[in-house]
């Protein structure tokens, strides 16, 4: 599993669908400032990531969650891999939106999900769960088993692994900001001072300055 996850986050450095610039950060949509930026659709365009991306979410499947009768892919960075996933396993697939659609029948879980079904949840990427989480409750409303949610890469954020805790939902990952920090070191890719940076950044990323 640890050389997995190491696989993965080589991966996502290669198409630098990971940045890393502690010198210039990134904004995201919260507001907070970030040394680092993730995109995990990239993954798609190449064809020796995405089936090795589809092949490791199966296998933890079919490991952890041999009852799954179901796979749900969260709108929009998930649906593509999660789609993959389940022609992959031979499971019905749904996803979920990020809200109720506001005309037609007003889903938000889109294609069908029975009652008491078993499902898993597939994410691309993890940061406060938030979105995942409300993914999760989306799909318990209409009254599905969520036996958990893997994603391909976490920032493992405190908030992220609490909120989780409380939902009563497992959190696996692909791969996660620890390993993918060290690879990069590793690589020569970021100095020991960046390193240190992108450690402090990720323990309070909600107050980060980086002029300091």
Known sequence: MKEKRIQVADYLLQIKAIKLDPANPFTWASGWKSPIYCDNRKTLSYPEIRSYLQAYFCDIIREKYPHAEGIAGVATGAIAIGALVADKLGLPFAYVRSKAKGHGLGNQVEGVVEPG??????????STGGSSLDAVHALREVHGEVLGLVAIFSYEFSVSRKGFDQAGCELMTLSD????????????????????????????PATWNPTK
Do not use: F, H
């Open 117 to 126: 079904q078993k499902m898993v949840v597939i994410e691309d990427l993890i």
């Open 177 to 204: 900001y620890s390993t993918l920090i060290s690879r990069a070191q590793d690589q020569g890719l970021i100095t020991p001072e960046q390193t240190e940076t992108l450690k402090r950044w990720r323990q309070d």
